[in-house]
Each structure stands twice: as C-alpha cells, then as structure tokens.
C-alpha cells in the first residue's frame, strides 16, 4: 500500500525535490513525481508545462505527451468553483503564483472532463522556485483528490444547512512567516446567517473582522492558536459583543480549516447571570441589610436568620440557630402561631407585630411575609424591620398633629414660589370659613386686606435672604364672609417635602386688642361715671394749647365745677347715692357740651370741661350760665330727687399757657372764687385771682413751717356765771403769731389746714396743751377743782375714729379729769354725718367729757337730731347776741334758743357780750353763762393765770 502522505509533508517532499541538485535527470524526477500519492505538475518560470505525475495526468485526463509544453494561457483542462461555475484561468493557482510569484494553498477546485462527466474536486495548491540570481525558474502544482470527501459533504451539507445550531467553516489566513493572521469564512449555515442577520453572500470568503466591523480575531485568535496547536476539538464558552449573544462553541481543526459550532446560550447564561445576581444580591442584602431576616420551617424553627435579624433580638449569630419564633413574637399567642405556621390562618404580604428581646424589652416591627418552598417543604421567609422610632416618631407626630389641630392658633403652611397655601390646621379654617380645598387655592394676600403684594414682598425678603431667622408682626385677618379681626403673627422659613415653604402661627387677638382697648378706655377714663380722666384731660388741653400755639384763630375755654355741698349728701344719704348723683351730673354735662368739646372728672366731685373752637369768651359764659340753669333743677334718682348746687370756674385759653396744669391751676382759682362768692355762681379767671391764690399757696407753706416747730400759742376766754360774775372755765382759742405779717385770725388759717389735713395735727397739739393747762390750773388751785376747759374740735377730728382714743390718752397723761374737758363743735359739723357724729359724742361723753354745741342757730338746725344729741351745752352764737334789741329778731332768737336749753336740760351759754345791756337781757332770760369783751377778752397763760389768783384772793 503507498504511502500517505499529509499535505504539509507532500509539499515539503516536492520543494525537496526541486532543489536536489543530484535528481536534476529526467529519469529521477519521473521516478519521484511518481512516488507522490497526489497529483504533480511542474511549470517553467513562464508558466509551461515541463513535467507531471500519473496521477496529475489522470485527474487532468490527458497523457503525458499532452500535458508537456501546455501554457497556463490556454490549459488543456477546465477548472470549476465549488458552486459548479467555470473558475477564469487568470485565478488558477498556478496563473496566480505566475502573477504574483506568491504560494497559493488548497484552492478546492473541480477538474471538469465533459459537460455532463462528474467532476473530480481537488485541492489545488501552486509553489513558486526561484534560481540563484532570484527570478522565478519553476511552479509547483500539486492536486489531492477530495471527491469522496465532497460526495460525503453533499451529505454533510443537508445536515449542515438543517442544523439548529451554527455551523461554520474557516480557512486560517497566514502571514509570510506562516503565522496565523486571522481566518476568511468558507461557509456557513443558515441559522449562524439568521443569527447575524446577514446573507451568504456578504459573509463568504471575509475574515470575520470584515464581517462584523469588530476586532474578533483580537478576542478569538489565543482560542484558534490553542486548537492548532494541541490539533484537537476544543470546547469553550464565548461572549460575542456584535449580536450581544453568548455562545457554547466546539471548534475541530483540520489542515489550515477548522469548523466550528456554536449553540446559542444567551437566554441561559442571562437567566444564570439574573440568579447570580439575585444570589449575589440576596447573599449581600441577607449579610448587610438593616432588616432583619429571617427563614423557617414548618415548625417555626429557624433555619436561617442574619446578623442584623440577630442584632434585633440581642442574640448573637449563633444563639438563633437554636430559636423558635414562639421565643421572640410578642404579640400571637402559641396556639395562633402554630395555626399560622400550619397555613390554617394566611398572613397578608406586609403587617406589624411586636417581637420580644432577650433582655425582655419589646419592640415594634413590620414585617415583610412570604410562604415558599424548599426542597418540598414549607419555608417562612420574614424581613423583620425594628420600626419602634418611627411607631414613636408618629405617636409624636400624631400628637404634634392633634396639638395643631386642637390649637387655638391659627397655623399655616404656603409655598416660598407661589404663596399658595398648602396646609392650614382646624383653628385656621374655622375662623376664615374656608374649607382646606378653597384656602388651598389662596394666598396670604386674599386673606390679609391691609397688605399689598409688594409689602408682602418686601416683608418676606429679609426671610428669604436669611438675614433674620423669624418675623413677629400683627395684622388683620379676613373671613370668607368679609370680616376681619386681628391676629399676631410670628413667620418663618422651613422646608416641607424638600420644597421652601413659609410656616406662619397666627394667634386670632381680638379678644387681647378689646382687652387693650378697655384697658386703655380704662387709663383714660373714670370708671364710675366714664367721662375722660385727669389723664387723658391733660392730653386733651395740651393738644389744645399746641393749636392755639400754631393758630391765631384757635380759641378755647376751661371750665373748672365741683358739686356745693355734695360731701353733706354723700356723708348724709351714703356714698352709694353718692355715686349715683356724680353719675347723673356726667350725663347732665354731657347733654349741655357740644360734641367737639371734653367733659371730665378728675376726682371727687370735680368736673373740668373743655371747650374748644370758640368764636369769643361770651360763648364760654353762655355754655357755664346753661349748666348753672340746669342745676337749678332737682336731680331725679332711683330713690331720690337732689337738689345740688355747682360753682365754676372759668379760663379762657390763650397763647400765653404753656402747661396744662396752668390752667387747671387757675380754672382752681376761678372755681375757689365763685364758692367764696356764695356758690352757685361761675367766676372768671383774672390776675387778681392769682395773686390771691399765690397768697394762699405761701400761707399754706407757713402753716406747714409753724405746725412742724409749733410755733402756735393758746389764749383762754373765760367763761362766767352771769349771776355770780365767777369764772367757771376757759375756751382755749390758738393763736398764730407769724414772723412777719404778725397775727394771723384763726378764721384765716383753720379753713387752709382743714383742707390740707394740717388740723389733726394742730387739734392734738391744742388738746394736749389745753389739758396740760387746765391740770396745772387744779393742782395750783385745789379749791377751783369745778374749773373747766372748753376746746372746739374740727369737722375732721369728729371724722376720726380715733378720736375717743386720743382724748382718753391725753386726760390720762395730763391726769384731767374727764369732767373738766368740754369739747365744742358746730351744727354743720353734725349735719355732715349726724349718726357718726352721734355714736363718737356718745362714747365721749362715756368717758365723762361734756360737749357744747358752738354757733348754735347758724346752720342747720334739726330739732328731731337735737334731742338725741349727748349734749351739755347750747352756745348762742355771737352774730344774734351782738345785735339783740328788745323784742327784735335776734332778741326773740336768743330767747328761744335759751327756753330750748332749759327744755332740754341744757346749760346756755351766750357769745360775744360785749355791753351790759346785753349782759342784762341775758341774765333776764335766763341764760346760766356768758363771754365776750365785756367779760373778758381772750387772755394769754400769764394773763389768765393771774386773773385766776385774783379771784382766789
């Protein structure tokens, strides 16, 4: 049997042979083409046929004879392509190493004998040699019968072009060295063609760079290299990026070809890809996810749990392994967990639960439930989220909701872009009438009517820029029904859903704004009878003088009242009644100004008026003599019909005041004139009038000076029997002697410290001294022991309540007697407060002290209140003694106010008996005690004391 020979070795063996220089003979070269199992045919450097084999002869069909001296231009023989068409001679393989003086390797070519002979398929392959000089001398042709390899691939290619797979073939492409460049396609299947989606013919004979415009040969060439190498199939896995497709490829060489075939496993190495990424993903997320996770079986056991499931617990790792869920849940009992772990009740996908820790504590926890199976059996799969902070982040935001729902403040959220307000809470839309849907469709500005879209801008700028963090500001809020209240508002910048918002507390302050303005009313005004007080006064007539400053034609009036006597009606009918006359007197005040003009209370029972926009003083006079008329009529009260008096004083305003309270000092003075001229009446203020008060105002600094050093001094009148001419006491009378006016009457002096309070100190003063008088005169005197002291009290010492007290201390320290003192007052003094006056005399005259009624006919005598008066004795005032003529008035005066003693079993004593025809007529009509000049004028200490030793001589 010959020898078989590969094709690598046939073409070395026939290059050997050509260069033997020892086998140039004709002869030896036949006898070596022939040993050659494959076709030869040798060519000159021109292309001519200079020798061929059998075999070359055989498969070409001519002899030996034909075949010498045959030019490639014009062959004896056909050659055809493998797709049966004639193959140009210019592309036989000899031809093209004629051409290119290039190795042309195993062209598959069909040597075609007739038209309608089977053709014989052979790898043609063409060899150029070349002498020493280098041209070319020879071509080698060989030619290795395949044709039962083709009728095997007629049958290969049914197989071939059915496959599901892809089928491909591949003829390496080599350098010049002989390495593998890259590799053209001889043929492919259609399912490789419909895998790249393209047509056989724009594949075939391409490299496969060419084919698919990407560096495959970079990608695949270590894979070719292997399998030439190592000569035998090898199977590998290949991701191709062109068609993205992955791909299970068994790839078997053979001589410079090697076919391949791939089975696509994209949709398998996806869906293995997709579940090492879902392990990856489930080992990872198991290993570092916040939640904990946890897997069971049937039983509840733990089958799986991870560190943070663990963490939850207060376990470690591998405590849980050993778990039951009975040992955590908190909230299922056994007997429910078991029914749930034995699917008889189905959990929802998601719930909440408490799980229970191993130090005791619970917490809260949201699951995330799955029922699966594995490896055939039942599985539990939990995510265990701990969501204690958020169940206590929303118990807190649930109760900062219900805290802003239930507040009274009014509480809004708006946009920092539009203003459109996003949330308001129950208080704010209670109080607008809006619903949350109409409010949403507004802005501050359609609630806030006094502020105008630029305002507002400006007003948020400083927010906006962060130049403060808040603003407090008040403003007026409008109802859906168009009414409006005040609110104060504190705004400022925050962020709700990642968006800038305002968040503005409103607190609704109308109730606050009418306290305010009560409290204001209140300042500014008298709370019983609601006119404007002293405060607002002064504002009033400031404002008034600042008018007639800047005005020449401004004029305006004060008027100063107060009510005569009403301290007799208030002390006489009860403050109550009182109050309700000052009431009727503001109404009445009222009535009479005109309503540009001010009527005020001071205080007390004083009235001040203001009248402004004058034409002339006459007007002001017009307006005081309507209130004087006015006063002429009975105020009717609930219980009461008053007959009251007022006196005013009147200022005319001008632009030489300054201050208010200069002309509420002279509207004084005026007022201190018209009571002085008999009340009733109104008095103007003038000059005169201030140099009288500006008198007044130093005497009453003098009084202050001399009650401070007690500078008074005390003369006693005697008071006598008429009929045995003997002294039986002394009226103790003070006197002032002032350092540079000289004396001073008491008429002029007591009035000014009965209005400033100076008498309680002055009465202490002359009480003290008195009795420290009147002791003296005793203890000097034993036999004189009937030797009494008269001292007239002032409507103010009646008024004290500590009056009895006093006068018991002071005969206590001075060891009088309570008989010797006799305390004198005045029927106006009773009148003022007959009661009081009453129940103090009384208990006076318990102590033993005697009271005198002084000036007895001069007021207002009430006989029904004479009788229950503790009295001792009746003074005749002197303005009846003085001018006594027989039978007169006076006379007849005097006569009844001593038959009136008698028939009270009262002692009369006559004042002011300055002649003995006086002396006598009283002596007559019985009057028991007299003084007077004609008796004896008011004596000092030294003067009384020695008429007394003269007496006793």
Known sequence: MSERLTYEELEQRVRALEASQTLRSQSLMGELLESIQAGVVVHDGNGTVINSNTIA??????????????????????????????????????????????????????????????????????????????????????????????KGEEQYRNLFENMMHEVHLWQLVRDEQGAIQTWRLLEANPAALNAWGKKRSEVVGKTTNEIFAYDATAQFMPIVQKIFAEGKPYTWEAYFPPTDQFFHMTSVPFGEYFMSTGVDITQRKQIQLALEQELLLSKTLFNVSIDGIVLLNHQGNVLQASHSFAQMLGYSLAETGTLNVVDWD???????????LEDEVLLPPRFETQHRRQDGSVCDVEISYSREVLNGEAVHFCICRDVSDRKQAEAERNRLLAVLEASLNEIYLFWSDTLKFEYANQGALENLGYSLEQLQQKTPLDIMPELSAPEL???LTPLRQDQVSKLHFETVHQRADGSCYPVDVYLQTTHYGGQPAFLAIALDISDRKRAEAQLIHQALHDSLTDLPNRTLLNDRLELALKRAQQSATYQFAVLFLDLDQFKVVNDSLGHQVGDELLI?????????????????????????????????????????????????????????????????????????????????????????????????????????????????????????????????????????????????????????????????????????????????????????????????????????????????????????????????????????????????????MLIEDIETAIERLLQLQELGVRISIDDFGTGYSSLSYLYNLPANYLKIDKSFVSQMQLGNTNYKIVEAVVTLSDQLGLAAIAEGIETPQQLNWLEALGCELGQGYLLSRPLSTEAATALLSAQST
Request: hydrophobic fraction near 40%; include cysteine.
């Open 57 to 150: 002869q055989s498969m070409l069909g001519l002899t030996s004879e034909q075949m010498l001296g045959k030019e490639l231009t014009d062959p004896a023989w056909t050659f055809l392509r493998e797709d049966g068409s004639p193959l140009p001679v210019e592309e036989y393989p000899a031809a093209r190493v004629l051409a290119t003086q290039k190795t042309v390797h195993n062209l598959v070519v069909g040597i075609q004998h007739g038209p309608t002979a089977e053709p014989i398929w052979v790898l043609n392959s063409a060899h150029p040699e070349f002498d020493e000089t280098g041209h070319l001398c020879q071509i080698v042709t060989t030619f290795m019968d395949i044709s039962p390899l083709k």
């Open 330 to 340: 908190a909230q299922f009992s056994r007997a429910e967990l078991q029914a749930i």
């Open 457 to 459: 801008a400006q007003q």
């Open 584 to 828: 009727h007197v503001a109404q009445k005040l009222q009535t009479i100004i005109r309503p540009a003009d001010i009527a005020a209370r001071p205080g007390g029972d004083e009235f001040v008026i203001l009248l402004e926009h004058l034409s002339d003083l006459q007007a002001a006079t017009q307006i005081a003599e309507r209130i004087l008329a006015d006063f002429e009529h009975p105020i009717a009260m609930s219980d009461h019909s008053i007959f009251i008096t007022t006196s005013i004083g009147l200022v005319w305003g001008d632009r030489h005041y300054n201050e208010a309270s200069s002309l509420l000092r002279d509207a004084d003075i005026a007022l201190y004139r018209a009571k002085a001229a008999g009340r009733g009446g109104y008095a103007i203020f003038d000059g005169d009038m201030h140099v009288q008060a500006m008198k007044r105002m130093q005497l009453e600094h003098d009084l202050r000076v001399a009650v401070a050093q007690q500078v008074f001094a005390l003369h006693y009148q005697p008071i006598v029997d008429l009929k045995t001419q003997q002294i039986t006491g002394f009226e103790a009378l003070i006197r002032w002697d002032h350092p540079t006016r000289g004396f001073i009457s008491p008429d002029e002096f007591i009035p000014v410290a009965e209005e400033t309070g100076m008498i309680a100190p002055i009465s202490r003063w002359v009480l003290q001294t008195a009795c420290e008088q009147a002791a003296q005169w005793r203890s000097q005197w034993p036999h004189r022991h009937h030797l009494r002291m008269s001292i007239n009290l002032s409507g103010y010492d009646l008024r004290q309540a500590t009056l009895v007290e006093t006068v018991q201390h002071v005969l206590t320290q001075t060891q009088l007697p309570a008989h010797i003192l006799t305390l004198e007052i005045t029927e106006s």
